[in-house]
């Protein structure tokens, strides 16, 4: 029964970071019908954008909370502008290309990001950048406290990622259903050209729409580095993979589905890897994309919409 | 006359290219020999994703993959048959016998990878497949490091060396004759219009599905046959040889000899290949160089260098154009 327990706090803990990255890729599907390749590796740049940050502030020498906060929203702000950027700069000028196109554009940058920071430093700058292919450790903002409640194994930092990840996504939820720009949002996904036509500015809605995914994103990255402090360029590539995995599982394009889809590839994995098949943790999503695709290829909540010409 | 004109047409490439073979064989030092090899198999590689990424309009990058399904089934049956002669051969000629046998079982089992990966993906719209096979190529990675049987992550080493000329340059051909002559077929003509509009095409009474599992195992199971060349040439088979490193690169192989444009890839695998030969020292941003050429090249020329089309349909040989006229009256 501990075990139980056990498997179940960790698989929510890592779900709920696999949602915060899958709400990102269903987003950005949304509004464009493109799979962003590059999403894991904003996820890799934000763990590496708050890694300097808490290095540039001191926060392994000196913890406190509001250098923590400050470090958060610092790098979900760079990982805002970068998701802006990649979107202004490689998929604008093919939004009416063919899609294939787009896709191999994604798949580069991808690769531009994850090999752009193997490259070794830059002298002369300061700081170690481009960091390099060597993995580097993320400074603890604060003490570790770790309580075991009938033998259960639960630290703040589980707590605090699993608070500020759910806090993040009712936030969503709320932006999603609720504001003007949500609004806009959702009638760009159902139609982006009457949705134009209808005084909705597409462009900034879309990109909007990847600054709230890539700040997801960089939030996910150092929600996660409390557990697994260890941060390095392809740290992005298998993490997008399952995130993805997520997403399609809960229905692509639906906000409420990756979350779900999140959660429940989390546990999935920890039931599994705990249970059965410990060295095989990392094929679980593929097997579960796999059946997912066989049975019901829109996902949970993922209505099927015949492609019209 | 008719069926002994058919059999020539299918044998005569080969007929041409096994003295050139023999030939460069002779003439190459150890060193080139090894460079001239490792591009006939880029060009397998590239030609054969090609038929996926070009002429059926599909998006794999998990091409290392199969290699890797179809080098571990190679190298299995060479060092399990190493030693033993077949009954009536003479040792050399028993294992070369040995070697085909490996490396049509190869394709055999990649190109099962390739159905089991591509019937569920394919049922649904290209991108899925991205996805799919860049996870398939790390699941890959995952079995074999926990297989002991495989080597785990240290692989199986001594294999013998049977990779030659020879063998690559007949690996080409066949790859190369399987791409030109699917293309011209019933099935290319299939893929071609899936390529254009897969809705129309369905329309049209195309077994979409079908026909697009059909060309995603057949590039499965040149790549397998990629594969198993690789590993008797560096005599060494480890999972490192077929990361997704290794498919990125296929794919820019594609993308930039024109996607659908079977001289294209061949152009752009010997260019790329050789290029990288003499880029060694500045190995670290080789993956950069191509990230940064993908994008570059999607941005201001997405056909690639040729495009759909062939190099002889941009330099126009005399006696060429004649036959391609022909071509397209029935």
Known sequence: ?309 | MRPLRIVLRSALPFLIAIPLCLALQSVLSPGWSIIVIAAGINVILAVSLNVVNGFTGQFSIGHAGFAAVGAYTAAKITTAMHGLQIVGLSAGVSDQVVFLIALVAGMITAAMAGFLVGMPSLRLRGDYLAIVTLGFNEIIRVIIENTPFLGQATGISGLPRLTTVLWVGLGVIATISMARRLVGSTHGRALLAIREDEVAAEAMGVDTTGYKVRAFVIASAFAGLAGGLLVHLIQLCTPRSFTFVKSIEVVVMVVLGGMGSVTGSVVSALVLSFALEGLREVQQYRMVLYSLLLIVLMLTRPTGLFGTREIWDIIKLPGRRKAARVEVTP
């Open chain 1, 1 to 309: 029964m501990i075990e139980f327990l056990q498997h179940l706090v960790n698989g929510l803990s890592v779900g709920t970071i696999y949602a915060l990255i899958a709400l990102g890729y269903t987003m950005v599907y949304g509004v464009l019908k493109l799979i962003n390749f590059a999403h894991g590796d904003v996820y890799m740049v934000g763990a590496f954008a708050g890694f300097y940050l808490a290095n540039a502030m001191g926060v392994g020498g000196t913890p406190s909370l509001a250098r923590a906060i400050i470090v958060f929203v610092g790098s979900m702000g760079i990982c805002a502008a970068l998701g802006v950027l990649i979107e202004r700069f490689a998929y604008r000028p093919l939004r009416h290309r063919a899609r294939l196109t787009s896709l191999i554009t994604a798949i580069g940058v991808s690769f531009l990001l994850e090999y752009g920071f193997q490259l070794p430093s830059i002298p002369g700058i300061g700081i170690p950048f481009p960091p390099g292919p060597t993995p580097r450790f993320f400074p603890e903002p604060f003490a570790r406290v770790a309580w075991e409640p009938f033998g259960l194994y639960i630290s703040n930092y589980d707590v605090v990622s699993f608070v500020t990840a759910v806090a993040l996504m009712l936030i969503l939820q709320y932006i999603v259903y609720r504001t003007r720009f949500g609004t806009s949002m959702r009638a760009v996904s159902f139609d982006s050209q009457v949705a134009g036509l209808m005084g909705i500015n597409v462009n900034r809605v879309i990109a909007y729409t990847f600054a709230l995914g890539s700040a997801l994103a960089a939030a996910a990255a150092l929600l996660f580095a409390g557990s697994r402090p260890k941060v390095d360029p392809l740290m992005g590539l298998a993490l997008g993979v399952k995130a993805f995995v997520a997403a399609v599982f809960g229905g692509i394009g639906n906000v409420p589905g990756a979350m779900v889809g999140g959660l429940a590839l989390g546990l999935a994995e920890e039931f599994v890897s705990g249970y059965a098949l410990s060295s095989y943790r990392d094929g679980i999503a593929f097997a579960l994309l796999i059946i997912v695709l066989l049975v019901r290829p829109a996902g949970l909540f993922g209505t099927f919409r015949p492609e019209k010409v």
